[in-house]
């Protein structure tokens, strides 16, 4: 088994709430259809089945994690909990305000209204992408529990 395989397995937002809710324990199919509101239970087959490499099931037929399906659980934790898209965010506005300082110190005053006026939609499209269609927080608030401490 490749790294490939694992990141098929986890590439969709519904595999990683199934990992999360099988790193707390055990689930049989009902109660993982159940917890997670899946209406279709070949919705929920289909992407377990994408996830052989990293859930199997035991000896009483529940679904467990393996040992690859726990370090795919630690491995997004690491990711959400240092946030890239925050980071991304601080890169942005810091190049906002530096290259609006820059621009308005050294080229004419009408061309930095150009300039601005496109970057300052640029940066208002993006916060509105980053905090409202990506749910990032700038702020963690000690939420960055692990999935295995939930």
Same mark, same amino acid.
């Given at each position: 088994?490749?790294?490939?395989?694992?990141?098929?397995?986890?590439?969709?937002?519904?595999?990683?709430?199934?990992?999360?809710?099988?790193?707390?324990?055990?689930?049989?199919?009902?109660?993982?259809?159940?917890?997670?509101?899946?209406?279709?239970?070949?919705?929920?087959?289909?992407?377990?089945?994408?996830?052989?490499?990293?859930?199997?099931?035991?000896?009483?037929?529940?679904?467990?994690?393996?040992?690859?399906?726990?370090?795919?659980?630690?491995?997004?934790?690491?990711?959400?909990?240092?946030?890239?898209?925050?980071?991304?965010? !601080?890169?942005?506005?810091?190049?906002? +305000?530096?290259?609006? *300082?820059? #621009?308005?110190?050294?080229? $004419?005053?009408?061309?930095? @209204?150009?300039?601005?006026?496109?970057?300052?939609?640029?940066?208002? !499209?993006?916060?509105?992408?980053?905090? +409202?269609?990506?749910? *990032?927080? #700038?702020?963690?608030?000690? $939420?960055?529990?692990?999935? @295995?401490?939930?």
């Amino acid at each position: 088994m490749n790294s490939d395989e694992v990141f098929d397995a986890i590439s969709h937002p519904m595999r990683v709430e199934i990992l999360r809710e099988l790193a707390k324990g055990p689930r049989g199919f009902a109660d993982l259809k159940r917890k997670l509101k899946i209406d279709s239970s070949g919705l929920l087959d289909f992407h377990l089945k994408k996830m052989s490499s990293i859930v199997t099931t035991n000896a009483e037929g529940l679904y467990v994690l393996n040992d690859r399906g726990f370090a795919a659980v630690q491995a997004i934790d690491v990711v959400s909990r240092y946030g890239w898209q925050r980071r991304a965010y !601080f890169i942005n506005m810091g190049m906002y +305000i530096v290259m609006n *300082v820059y #621009l308005f110190l050294t080229i $004419q005053h009408w061309a930095i @209204l150009i300039v601005f006026g496109v970057w300052t939609a640029w940066i208002v !499209f993006y916060s509105y992408w980053t905090f +409202i269609k990506r749910r *990032v927080r #700038l702020r963690d608030n000690g $939420q960055s529990k692990t999935s @295995l401490e939930r």
